[in-house]
Structures are given as C-alpha cells and as structure tokens.
C-alpha cells in the first residue's frame, strides 16, 4: 500500500509564533490535545500551568514523554481540579483523554498494526512555541494522583522518515523545555550571531552527534537559520530568478 506523510513544517526546537503555528497546521489548534486534526496525526500542546515548573516529565526506563490529561470543563463539574478526568462528555461522547486513551489501547492491544502519531509543541512564553517533533502514543493510563484519577499518556519521541517508517529517538536528544526557556531568556529571544529575531532555532552548540548534551543550557543557543547553516558548512543555495 502506497502511503503519503505530510512532509514536516517545521525542524524539531524551530522557534515559531502562535500565528505560525496555526497557519502551518492551517487549523485552529487552541486546546491542549487535539485528537485527529489531520488523518495523520494529533496535535499536544505542552503549555505550562500556572505556578507549575517548567518540567518534562520522562520515563527513562521506557524513554517516553509522560503528558497529562485534561480536566473535566467547569460546567461539568464543580471543581475540575478535584474532580476525576473524564473519559466521556456529559452526552457520553468521547473526551479528547478518551479518544487517545482508546488509540492508545488499540495499539497495545494490537488491534493497530502502528501507533497514533502525536505533533508536540511546547510553549516557551506568551505567543512563543518550539516544535518538539513527531511522537508515537504508545501507552495511555489513569492513574490515582492521591487527590482524583487522572490520565497519563506515553509518547515516544519519533522520527518520521516516510508514513509509518519511524526511527525511536534517545530521549535525551531532546532539549528538555526548562532548558528552552532559560536559552530563551539569556539569549534575549535573539541570534546570537547576528541578532536576527526571524526563523530562530534551539542549536546545540556541540552537536548531540558528536557527545554534546541537550540537557544542559550550556550547551544550547539560539540560531537563525542563516546563521545555523553557515555553521555547518552547508552552503546557502540562491534559488535561482527566472526570468518570464
Ligand atoms: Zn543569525
């Protein structure tokens, strides 16, 4: 069978606007998990919540992003931060927490030969978002957290090399978001080459390839993409004018 994926809008840690984000998806993203917005693939949203710290929680042991679920709207209940997240909606429909707790079951269960693919992105302030990458949702559960039952979802970092054709990543190849928002800051939402404000990147510094850590804000800067591919010693290509 002849399959076709998108090609990716963005490289994983490009530093993009909201409205780039939406028009690149060319869909309103605006909750957090957003089952199914293209036939091939959801879109998580990670954004902080209030007085929480900027933490990715990871499984080492199963190399996955652990994301929670949501919480059940305030005209559901009475205190949704109290309440168990819901699996269904007071019509009985599916949730967003039930739609990918169901996906994430038929996968385990076998009853798909893949798993659901996740688009992750992270927000890194107001109206600042990175590009986490492809994810395959490989676990789903619900967890007692000692207050309510909430959801966990398992996501193992991805890379897409053509429609159901995916290399598993290190975790630790991914810039946790902490370390993001502390580039961010020192860098001053700038290159730090040229002082460019546009197409910026999280560059490692010392490439992951060649033993440089992600883990560590040291080691990470920001980049436009100019200066990122002289960096690299790829040439930049001038398209060439055509003349009608
Ligand atoms: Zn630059």
């Not at 919540?49 to 990871?58: G, H, I, L």
Request: charge should be positive; charged fraction near 25%; hydrophobic fraction near 40%.
């Amino acid at each position: 069978m002849k399959s076709f994926f998108p090609k990716p809008i963005f490289k994983v840690d490009d530093i993009i606007s909201y409205a780039e984000l939406v028009a690149a998806e060319n869909a309103n993203v605006q909750k957090g998990m957003n089952f199914q917005i293209k036939p091939e693939y959801s879109i998580f949203l990670m954004s902080v919540r209030k007085n929480a710290p900027y933490t990715d929680e990871w499984d080492e042991k199963t190399n996955t992003l652990i994301y929670e679920g949501h919480d059940a709207f305030s005209n559901w209940v009475e205190n949704p931060k109290e309440a168990d997240q819901p699996f269904t909606t007071p019509n009985g429909t599916l949730t967003e927490n039930g739609k990918f707790f169901t996906a994430a079951q038929a996968y385990k269960m076998k009853l798909t030969e893949h798993p659901h693919k996740v688009k992750v992105y992270e927000k890194i302030k107001d109206g600042i978002w990175c590009y986490k990458g492809f994810f395959s949702l490989i676990d789903a559960k619900i967890i007692f957290d000692g207050v309510r039952n909430v959801f966990k979802f398992y996501l193992q970092p991805v890379e897409m090399k053509a429609f159901n054709k995916e290399i598993v990543l290190p975790h630790n190849r991914l810039i946790p978001t902490s370390v993001k928002v502390e580039v961010w800051a020192r860098d001053k939402g700038k290159c730090v080459k040229c002082g460019s404000t546009e197409n910026l990147h999280f560059d490692h510094d010392l490439p992951f390839s060649k033993g440089g850590t992600s883990l560590n804000a040291a080691n990470v800067r920001i980049l436009c993409m100019k200066c990122n591919l002289s960096k690299s010693g790829k040439i930049l290509s001038i398209p060439p004018i055509f003349l009608s």
